[in-house]
Nanobody, 126 residues
Framework: QVQLVESGGGSVQAGGSLRLSCAASGYTESHRCIGWFRQTPGKEREGVATIYTGSGWVKYADSVKGRFTIGDGARNTVVLRMDRLESDDTAMYYC????????????????????WGQGTQVTVSS
């Protein structure tokens, strides 16, 4: 049974940093697409960053390029490092898996993902 568990959310002042982790279990393949998404009430879920684990192939939303970094962590963990946080980054952040790669990259569309974590809240105060 696939399970995705997020950790590392919290509250921070604008300009600060947070590190989110996504621990994946139950997958049979060695590498997979993992995406970080975020959502605020009344808005669609936005694909923030994706990675094909073990490959270095990553993709970012324009709104976070240069501030967020997605990467492989310890075994079966994907980390999202968020620097220079802004109030607009406030959202519930979700980790997702189960998508298929398109060419070399993993999609940033939430409908492509079949597995989801429970989410972790990030609040940035100005």
């Amino acid at each position: 049974q696939v399970q995705l568990v997020e950790s590392g959310g919290g509250s921070v002042q604008a300009g600060g940093s947070l590190r989110l982790s996504c621990a994946a279990s139950g997958y049979t393949e060695s590498h997979r697409c993992i995406g970080w998404f975020r959502q605020t009430p009344g808005k669609e879920r936005e694909g923030v960053a994706t990675i094909y684990t073990g490959s270095g192939w990553v993709k970012y939303a324009d709104s976070v390029k240069g501030r967020f970094t997605i990467g492989d962590g310890a075994r079966n963990t994907v980390v999202l490092r968020m620097d220079r946080l802004e109030s607009d980054d406030t959202a519930m952040y979700y980790c997702a898996g189960g998508a298929k790669r398109v060419d070399l990259f993993c999609p940033r569309t939430s409908a492509e993902y079949t597995d989801w974590g429970q989410g972790t809240q990030v609040t940035v105060s100005s």
